[in-house]
């Protein structure tokens, strides 16, 4: 359903209670509705006894949107959400850019992961834009200040949204390291690798990464430009360690033997990069 000009209080909610004015809907967005939110996310379920479950379901309710793939606006999405804990993602893969100048990073997030509003705060002396672009049909919840209300007996859920946000601070800090490493296959490979510990599929002979990752976009991942990243995925690929393009990438063989024979001399940081391996399969 389109939200009305002031919605009505959703399911469990109580009559009359406040909620959030209604974000105009963009081309690419789908009506939204007031869903369970329990039911769409299971790791929220599962903090939760089957008792406890039942009494909390009613009130963890929220107005869920989808969209398709593409570049999209979030900006009304997340001021509707404040001063609630934010917009979750349920569903599908987001790229956020952030652009400082004449560059931009870029950070990849998925279903579990919140995003909140940028504020920009008086100290801050750089300009920043920031851009998202969805790489897959995505579909979000808008978890407001109505909805943080109606979930405060149930503490569970505000602890598992903070256990969220420190594996998205440790995941952009891991890409923050790789990005610091000199050599630039060495960044696309252990890139790539930690993107298939959360997306990938485990295949005959390696590891299938369903992602649609330009060569752009892998270099704002890795902080390198368009036209280089593309010299070095055509080295990987003559190495038999990366095939594939466009929305799909294939990682074969043995990540740490590939990492030993890109170093050389191979030293105590070349030993201390396979090690890294083990923490890069996928779940």
């Given at each position: 359903?389109?939200?009305?000009?002031?919605?009505?209080?959703p399911?469990?909610?109580?009559?009359?209670?406040?909620?959030?004015?209604?974000?105009?809907?963009?081309?690419?967005?789908?009506?939204?509705?007031?869903?369970?939110?329990?039911?769409?996310?299971?790791?929220?379920?599962?903090?939760?006894?089957v008792r406890?479950r039942?009494?909390?379901?009613?009130?963890?309710?929220a107005?869920?949107?989808e969209?398709?793939?593409?570049?999209?606006?979030?900006?009304?999405?997340?001021?509707a959400a404040?001063?609630?804990?934010?917009?979750?993602?349920?569903?599908?893969?987001?790229?956020?850019h952030?652009?400082?100048?004449?560059?931009?990073?870029?950070e990849?997030?998925?279903?579990g992961?919140?995003?909140?509003?940028?504020?920009?705060e008086?100290?801050?002396?750089l300009?920043?834009?920031?851009?998202?672009?969805?790489?897959?049909?995505?579909?979000?919840?808008?978890?407001?200040?109505?909805?943080a209300e109606?979930?405060?007996?149930?503490?569970?859920?505000?602890?598992?949204?903070l256990?969220?946000a420190a594996?998205?601070?440790?995941?952009?800090?891991?890409?923050?390291?790789?990005?610091?490493?000199?050599?630039?296959?060495?960044?696309?490979?252990?890139?790539?690798w930690?993107?298939?510990?959360?997306?990938?599929k485990?295949?005959?002979?390696?590891i299938?990464?369903p992602?649609?990752?330009?060569?752009?976009?892998?270099?704002?991942l890795?902080?390198?430009?368009?036209?280089?990243?593309?010299?070095?995925?055509?080295?990987?690929?003559q190495?038999?360690?990366?095939?594939?393009h466009?929305?799909?990438?294939?990682?074969?063989?043995?990540?740490?033997?590939?990492?030993?024979?890109?170093?050389?001399?191979?030293?105590?940081?070349?030993?201390?990069?396979?090690?890294?391996?083990?923490?890069?399969?996928?779940?």
């Open positions: 359903m389109d939200w009305p000009e002031k919605s009505k209080a399911p469990g909610g109580a009559p009359g209670a406040p909620y959030a004015l209604a974000p105009q809907r963009t081309a690419r967005e789908r009506p939204s509705s007031y869903q369970y939110l329990l039911d769409l996310d299971a790791d929220l379920g599962d903090e939760f006894d406890m039942l009494v909390a379901r009613p009130a963890a309710t107005v869920t949107f969209v398709d793939a593409g570049p999209l606006d979030l900006a009304d999405w997340l001021a404040s001063p609630g804990p934010g917009v979750l993602i349920l569903d599908g893969v987001l790229a956020v952030v652009r400082v100048g004449d560059r931009a990073a870029a990849l997030v998925g279903g992961d919140l995003l909140q509003p940028w504020d920009r008086a100290d801050d002396l300009a920043c834009e920031v851009a998202w672009r969805a790489l897959a049909p995505m579909r979000f919840a808008v978890l407001d200040a109505a909805f109606r979930v405060q007996p149930w503490p569970q859920i505000g602890h598992a949204l256990r969220r594996r998205r601070a440790r995941n952009i800090n891991v890409q923050r390291a790789i990005a610091a490493q000199p050599r630039l296959e060495v960044r696309l490979a252990l890139l790539l930690h993107l298939a510990a959360r997306w990938g485990v295949e005959p002979g390696g299938r990464l992602l649609p990752l330009t060569h752009q976009l892998l270099g704002r890795v902080g390198a430009e368009r036209p280089s990243v593309s010299h070095a995925l055509a080295r990987l690929t190495t038999g360690l990366v095939k594939g466009g929305d799909e990438w294939h990682l074969h063989g043995s990540l740490g033997d590939q990492l030993a024979t890109m170093i050389e001399p191979f030293g105590d940081r070349a030993e201390a990069l396979v090690a890294a391996v083990v923490a890069l399969r996928p779940r």
